[in-house]
């Protein structure tokens, strides 16, 4: 319930003065510390976040997501107040945070690892956070049980975590989070030790969640799956820049570079080497013998950035591929049926492409060795500059 | 400005844990860094007026007394023997001890001797001085009266008769360590993967082969840790094996002085104080270069086992 | 492996078997002998087949009160020396184990050091008895050189630092606890095994002590059961002569000096050899952590 405003944040591990001991190096390889590996290395110290800037509307899920590394749990334990904030300012209704005590900002956390206290029942566990805030006793019993209910967790109340399977120990995390009923609701990867079938669950579960408890959500995840699902919008990192923030549909059909186009989208994004050239008010692609024209609004785009004709990185999704009579010819290496469509595993001129192929369209199957023409529309494909790896359109 | 606001934003955060601390600091101080201080006191002439850091200083007069006599020699060569036997009979028994258990089939009879042989280790040297007196005593001892008697042997005074105690107190030490010691091997023999051995059977190894061609090899780095750090202790004894279990006896100091014992026997003999700083001023700084020297040979060799 | 090795099974059982035999005889002769009868210890020396089964030596011990006032003694130490040295310990090694606290690395330097140099006997004793005048104290028994060891922060600390989740305090520091209340409440409930392990070693080093009491009791009143044995080691008739002194009016002859010396001692490993069973996994731990950490 309440609004969350990141300016210009950033995360800096400082050099420790002289060399760290081995021993204790090999000890404290924590979280943060692991990330380090391949983040930028300043006079200060080791970067983690850089340039974050982000308002989170009041009631809004907003999912942080990027491959390991990129600093995006850094970012949400920075808002929690479990690291310090080296630079920025971070704002909670308005109200600046930056050496607010993580118990007095109002925020609870849902931890990878569920982080239950393993000498409490799931009872004791629940209603640990209300106690510490002397909350009378029969309403932090009414509390425990309504969110045991809607968690569906009444039966386990008595029993300790350890007696519990992983999915249930994360409802009781997520639990002991919402009986506070916190301003924020913080997730830090709550589904990634789970199993594939339980994750999918639980998921759902979320959504549902989500709908009954109106709070303000930041979930950190790994998994782009989790983060078209579950977010309004979604904050895409990497090396500790914020590559794109938009909702699923935006970064989806607008991915704002390499990137981002890359890292959404499952099979992943088809690139090919290819010319844009233009033609008056008009701009094509010429790849593999081919020559496509854009879709007039992405036309209307360039033509307002003033790109010229050069050679390109051209986007282009597996499933906005099409098989047709004439196109860009390539063999067929593997056909994976999948049920409702096909998977084609191409080889074109040396580069791998996939191609989605519904069931219902096919003609025949398709064998190795199979030669097989593909083409695309103007609607969706995507053309990134060689040399900033930027989408042009933007 | 900002330099003091964040101090005091850390103090508030930090505050706690520096309070935890607290109590093992101060005892550490006390415990440990006052007397390092007062090793000064081996340079001293000392006076109950003077006290620890006030008396007459006097060079190294103290350290010119200790070793124009023979008990600095004495000590020291005991104390160098002892440990050195200490060691090297001390990686054969317990790593020999630690592989028997190890090759035992059944758990419960490994259990058995574990309990049994670590048992020792449970004892004070006070109680080991009353087993050790119980076969050894003159008139009472279970040696002279229900061995060397019913044999027709003359009966032996041990208290008094030097040549035996070198075996004695290798025997005590051994009986009373060999427990703590091998149960570290046993541990690592555990933890050496079991399929090197089933390769090795196939590939033809005899029990010995896989004995010295894996086991061995596998516990090296336990061993030369081990070993290292003893030698770093090699000025040191335990003086309630060198002191109790001869029961103090004055007929065979020759054998049992170490420089444990010298200093104690210095301490309480207020005229020899100043010589018993000296000696232990000796012991204590030649046992840090010691310990110096090991960890950085360690580290040499593999830093993985170096103590920093 | 698939191997027939009867024979080297036999030989280990063999091996093992003497060592046991070598390790329990003379406890078995001690224990015997304490229940054989003065003159019978006098004439036949000790034995492992007492000819008389005599507890004079034990109705002795229990209706003397130096003795039992003894073993109070020990048990008091033992018990606060524990409690206080555990507590000391996990403090401290909680602490360094706290990543970003500014000077942890030179606050663990500070506790390392101290396993490589020491001042040694002759500083440490002066130190105690002429700026703290411990002499004759209670303090004499609980503190010099037994509260607390580098050694037992260091393995304390890896076990902090291997066993307990930061995930968990930082949800306690999100769920609003002190940091003094994540250490009561969270910490601690969660170290039941090293606080095991080090709450035996520690009841073993103070149970066994007596050189502190060497070294700075001669108070008939402070003398702990250890200590008491070692007066006793030198002069078989200490007890006999202590009573006389505290004035009960016994014939110095009818003192059972030789079995009772052995009594006591039954007496004084009694209490570690009931808690060995119950300790002896935390114990074994304790040896193999420490000795590979250094």
């Given at each position: 319930?309440?609004?969350?405003?990141l300016?210009?944040?950033?995360?800096?591990?400082?050099?420790?003065?002289?060399?760290?001991?081995?021993?204790?190096?090999?000890?404290?390889?924590?979280?943060?510390?692991?990330?380090?590996?391949?983040?930028?290395?300043?006079?200060?110290?080791?970067?983690?976040?850089?340039?974050?800037?982000?308002?989170?509307?009041?009631?809004?899920?907003?999912?942080?997501?990027?491959?390991?590394?990129?600093?995006?749990?850094?970012t949400?334990r920075?808002?929690?107040?479990?690291?310090?904030?080296?630079?920025?300012?971070?704002?909670?209704?308005?109200?600046?945070?930056?050496?607010?005590?993580?118990k007095?900002?109002?925020?609870?956390?849902?931890?990878?690892?569920y982080?239950?206290?393993?000498?409490?029942?799931v009872?004791?566990?629940m209603?640990?956070?209300l106690?510490?805030?002397?909350?009378?006793?029969d309403?932090?019993?009414k509390k425990?049980?309504?969110?045991?209910?809607?968690?569906?967790?009444?039966q386990?109340?008595?029993?300790?975590p350890?007696a519990?399977?992983?999915?249930q120990?994360?409802?009781?995390?997520?639990?002991?989070?919402?009986?506070?009923?916190?301003k924020?609701?913080?997730?830090d990867?709550?589904?990634?030790?789970?199993?594939?079938?339980?994750?999918?669950?639980?998921?759902a579960e979320?959504?549902?969640?989500?709908?009954r408890?109106?709070?303000?959500?930041?979930?950190?995840?790994?998994?782009?799956t989790e983060?078209?699902?579950?977010?309004?919008?979604i904050?895409?990192m990497?090396?500790?820049?914020?590559?794109?923030?938009?909702?699923?549909?935006?970064?989806?059909?607008?991915?704002?570079?390499?990137?981002?186009?890359?890292?959404?989208?499952?099979?992943?994004?088809n690139?090919?080497?290819?010319e844009?050239?233009?033609?008056?008010?008009?701009?094509?692609?010429?790849?593999?013998g081919?020559?496509?024209?854009?879709?007039?609004?992405?036309e209307?785009?360039?033509?307002k950035?003033?790109?010229?004709?050069?050679?390109?990185?051209?986007?282009?999704?597996?499933?906005?591929?099409?098989?047709?009579?004439?196109?860009?010819?390539?063999?067929?290496?593997?056909?994976?049926?999948?049920?409702?469509?096909?998977?084609?595993?191409?080889?074109?001129?040396?580069?791998?492409?996939?191609?989605?192929?519904?069931?219902?369209?096919?003609?025949?199957?398709?064998?190795?060795?199979?030669?097989?023409?593909?083409?695309?529309?103007?609607?969706?494909?995507?053309?990134?500059?060689?040399?900033?790896?930027?989408?042009?359109?933007? | 400005?900002?330099?003091?606001?964040?101090?005091m934003?850390?103090?508030?955060?930090?505050?706690?844990?520096?309070?935890?601390?607290l109590?093992?600091?101060?005892?550490?101080?006390?415990?440990?860094?006052?007397?390092?201080?007062?090793?000064?006191?081996?340079?001293?002439?000392?006076?109950?007026?003077?006290?620890?850091?006030?008396?007459?200083?006097?060079?190294?007069?103290?350290?010119?007394?200790?070793?124009?006599?023979?008990?600095?020699?004495?000590?020291?060569?005991?104390?160098?023997l002892?440990?050195?036997v200490?060691?090297l009979?001390?990686?054969?028994?317990?790593i020999?001890?630690?592989?028997?258990?190890h090759?035992?089939?059944?758990?419960?009879?490994?259990?058995?001797y574990?309990?049994?042989?670590?048992?020792?280790s449970?004892?004070s040297?006070?109680?080991?001085?009353?087993?050790?007196?119980?076969?050894?005593?003159?008139?009472?001892?279970?040696?002279?009266n229900?061995?060397?008697?019913?044999?027709?042997?003359e009966?032996?005074?041990?208290?008094?008769?030097?040549?035996?105690?070198?075996?004695?107190?290798?025997?005590?030490?051994?009986?009373?360590?060999?427990?703590?010691?091998?149960?570290?091997?046993?541990?690592?023999?555990?933890a050496?993967?079991?399929?090197?051995?089933?390769?090795?059977?196939?590939?033809?190894?005899?029990?010995?082969?896989?004995?010295?061609?894996?086991?061995?090899?596998?516990?090296?780095?336990?061993?030369?840790?081990?070993?290292?750090?003893?030698?770093?202790?090699?000025?040191n004894?335990?003086?309630?094996?060198?002191?109790?279990?001869?029961?103090?006896?004055?007929?065979?100091?020759?054998?049992?002085?170490?420089?444990?014992?010298?200093?104690?026997?210095?301490?309480?003999?207020?005229?020899?104080?100043?010589?018993?700083?000296?000696?232990?001023?000796?012991?204590?700084?030649?046992?840090?270069?010691l310990?110096?020297?090991?960890?950085?040979?360690?580290?040499?060799?593999?830093?993985e086992?170096?103590?920093? | 492996?698939?191997?027939?090795?009867?024979?080297?099974?036999v030989?280990?059982?063999?091996?093992?078997?003497i060592?046991?035999?070598?390790?329990?005889?003379?406890?078995?002769?001690?224990i015997l002998?304490?229940?054989?009868?003065?003159?019978?210890?006098?004439?036949?020396?000790?034995?492992?087949?007492?000819?008389?089964?005599?507890?004079?030596a034990?109705?002795?011990i229990?209706?003397?009160?130096?003795?039992?006032?003894?073993?109070?003694v020990?048990?008091?130490?033992?018990?606060?020396?524990?409690?206080?040295s555990?507590?000391?310990?996990?403090?401290?090694?909680?602490?360094?184990?706290?990543?970003d606290?500014?000077?942890?690395?030179?606050?663990?330097?500070?506790?390392l050091?101290?396993m490589?140099?020491?001042?040694?006997?002759?500083?440490s004793?002066m130190?105690?008895?002429?700026?703290?005048?411990?002499?004759?104290?209670?303090?004499?028994?609980?503190?010099?050189?037994?509260?607390?060891?580098?050694?037992?922060?260091?393995?304390?600390?890896?076990?902090?630092?291997?066993?307990?989740?930061?995930?968990?305090?930082?949800?306690?520091?999100?769920?609003?606890?002190?940091?003094?209340?994540?250490?009561?409440?969270?910490?601690?409930?969660l170290?039941?095994?090293?606080?095991?392990?080090i709450?035996?070693?520690?009841?073993?080093?103070?149970?066994?002590?007596?050189?502190?009491?060497?070294?700075?009791?001669?108070?008939k009143?402070?003398?702990?059961?250890?200590?008491?044995?070692?007066n006793?080691?030198?002069?078989?008739?200490?007890?006999a002569?202590?009573?006389?002194?505290?004035?009960?009016?016994?014939?110095?002859?009818?003192?059972?000096?030789l079995s009772?010396?052995?009594?006591?001692?039954?007496?004084?490993?009694?209490?570690?050899?009931i808690?060995?069973p119950f300790?002896?996994?935390?114990?074994?731990?304790?040896?193999?952590?420490?000795?590979?950490?250094?």
């Amino acid at each position: 319930m309440a609004e969350v405003k990141l300016v210009n944040i950033k995360k800096v591990y400082p050099y420790v003065s002289g060399e760290e001991k081995k021993k204790n190096k090999k000890k404290s390889a924590d979280e943060p510390e692991k990330k380090k590996v391949n983040l930028q290395i300043t006079d200060e110290g080791v970067v983690a976040v850089q340039a974050f800037n982000l308002d989170i509307k009041d009631k809004e899920f907003i999912v942080l997501v990027g491959p390991s590394g990129c600093g995006k749990s850094t970012t949400l334990r920075m808002v929690a107040g479990l690291e310090e904030i080296s630079d920025g300012e971070l704002y909670i209704d308005g109200k600046l945070m930056n050496d607010v005590a993580p118990k007095d900002r109002d925020i609870a956390m849902v931890f990878q690892n569920y982080a239950l206290y393993p000498h409490m029942t799931v009872y004791d566990n629940m209603a640990f956070s209300l106690k510490l805030r002397h909350t009378p006793k029969d309403e932090i019993d009414k509390k425990v049980r309504e969110a045991a209910e809607i968690l569906d967790i009444t039966q386990y109340l008595e029993r300790k975590p350890k007696a519990l399977s992983g999915g249930q120990r994360q409802r009781v995390a997520i639990g002991r989070a919402i009986v506070r009923a916190p301003k924020v609701m913080l997730m830090d990867e709550p589904l990634s030790n789970l199993d594939a079938k339980l994750r999918n669950e639980m998921r759902a579960e979320i959504i549902k969640l989500r709908q009954r408890i109106n709070t303000t959500f930041m979930y950190v995840t790994h998994d782009q799956t989790e983060a078209m699902t579950l977010g309004d919008r979604i904050v895409i990192m990497k090396d500790g820049y914020i590559q794109q923030i938009g909702t699923p549909q935006e970064v989806f059909n607008h991915p704002a570079n390499l990137f981002v186009a890359g890292f959404i989208g499952m099979p992943v994004m088809n690139f090919f080497d290819a010319e844009l050239k233009r033609e008056g008010d008009k701009f094509f692609v010429e790849v593999g013998g081919i020559k496509v024209e854009l879709a007039p609004e992405k036309e209307a785009r360039l033509l307002k950035n003033n790109v010229q004709s050069q050679p390109v990185t051209l986007g282009v999704r597996p499933e906005h591929t099409d098989v047709a009579e004439q196109g860009i010819a390539s063999t067929v290496e593997v056909a994976e049926m999948m049920g409702s469509s096909v998977h084609l595993h191409l080889n074109a001129d040396g580069k791998d492409v996939i191609v989605i192929v519904p069931t219902i369209d096919m003609k025949g199957s398709y064998k190795q060795g199979d030669t097989v023409h593909f083409t695309f529309d103007g609607k969706v494909a995507h053309v990134f500059s060689k040399e900033t790896d930027k989408n042009l359109e933007f | 400005m900002q330099k003091k606001s964040s101090l005091m934003k850390k103090l508030k955060k930090y505050w706690p844990f520096y309070f935890l601390a607290l109590p093992g600091l101060i005892y550490f101080f006390i415990n440990n860094y006052i007397p390092m201080g007062g090793l000064i006191l081996a340079f001293e002439k000392y006076t109950v007026s003077g006290g620890i850091f006030g008396s007459k200083k006097i060079g190294f007069q103290n350290f010119k007394f200790l070793f124009s006599n023979a008990d600095a020699w004495i000590m020291t060569r005991n104390t160098l023997l002892y440990n050195i036997v200490f060691i090297l009979l001390g990686l054969v028994i317990s790593i020999l001890t630690a592989y028997f258990l190890h090759e035992l089939k059944s758990n419960m009879s490994r259990k058995f001797y574990q309990t049994v042989i670590l048992f020792p280790s449970l004892l004070s040297i006070i109680i080991v001085s009353y087993l050790a007196n119980a076969l050894l005593a003159g008139d009472t001892g279970f040696i002279n009266n229900h061995i060397l008697l019913p044999l027709g042997l003359e009966p032996i005074s041990f208290y008094s008769e030097k040549k035996w105690w070198p075996f004695i107190l290798v025997f005590v030490h051994f009986w009373q360590m060999t427990g703590t010691s091998c149960i570290l091997y046993l541990a690592n023999m555990s933890a050496i993967d079991p399929s090197l051995y089933e390769a090795a059977s196939m590939d033809g190894a005899t029990r010995w082969q896989s004995f010295f061609n894996i086991t061995i090899p596998c516990l090296v780095p336990t061993i030369i840790t081990l070993t290292i750090l003893a030698v770093g202790k090699i000025f040191n004894s335990d003086f309630g094996l060198f002191y109790q279990v001869p029961m103090n006896s004055g007929a065979i100091i020759d054998v049992t002085q170490t420089i444990d014992t010298y200093v104690y026997r210095g301490l309480m003999n207020t005229a020899n104080l100043g010589m018993s700083a000296a000696a232990c001023f000796y012991q204590s700084v030649v046992g840090f270069c010691l310990v110096m020297i090991t960890n950085s040979m360690v580290r040499r060799i593999s830093s993985e086992n170096a103590m920093f | 492996m698939v191997r027939k090795d009867t024979g080297f099974q036999v030989f280990c059982h063999v091996i093992l078997a003497i060592m046991a035999v070598l390790v329990l005889f003379p406890l078995a002769l001690l224990i015997l002998s304490s229940m054989s009868s003065e003159s019978d210890i006098i004439k036949y020396g000790y034995s492992l087949i007492p000819k008389n089964f005599d507890f004079t030596a034990y109705k002795f011990i229990f209706s003397e009160g130096s003795v039992f006032h003894s073993y109070l003694v020990t048990i008091f130490v033992t018990l606060v020396g524990t409690v206080a040295s555990v507590l000391v310990t996990t403090m401290l090694a909680y602490t360094l184990t706290i990543n970003d606290l500014p000077g942890r690395r030179i606050l663990s330097f500070l506790v390392l050091f101290t396993m490589l140099f020491s001042g040694g006997l002759v500083p440490s004793y002066m130190m105690w008895t002429t700026i703290f005048h411990i002499k004759n104290t209670i303090w004499a028994l609980l503190i010099p050189n037994l509260l607390c060891s580098a050694f037992h922060i260091m393995i304390t600390r890896s076990y902090f630092q291997n066993n307990i989740p930061p995930a968990i305090l930082e949800s306690a520091r999100i769920d609003g606890m002190s940091e003094f209340g994540i250490f009561f409440k969270i910490v601690l409930p969660l170290s039941v095994p090293i606080i095991a392990t080090i709450g035996f070693m520690k009841a073993l080093m103070y149970w066994n002590d007596w050189t502190n009491s060497l070294y700075y009791i001669t108070d008939k009143n402070l003398v702990g059961i250890q200590a008491l044995l070692n007066n006793m080691l030198t002069n078989v008739q200490y007890l006999a002569q202590s009573m006389d002194a505290s004035s009960v009016a016994t014939d110095m002859a009818t003192v059972p000096s030789l079995s009772m010396r052995l009594a006591i001692a039954v007496v004084g490993m009694l209490p570690m050899i009931i808690l060995y069973p119950f300790f002896q996994k935390y114990y074994m731990k304790g040896l193999t952590v420490g000795a590979v950490k250094g």
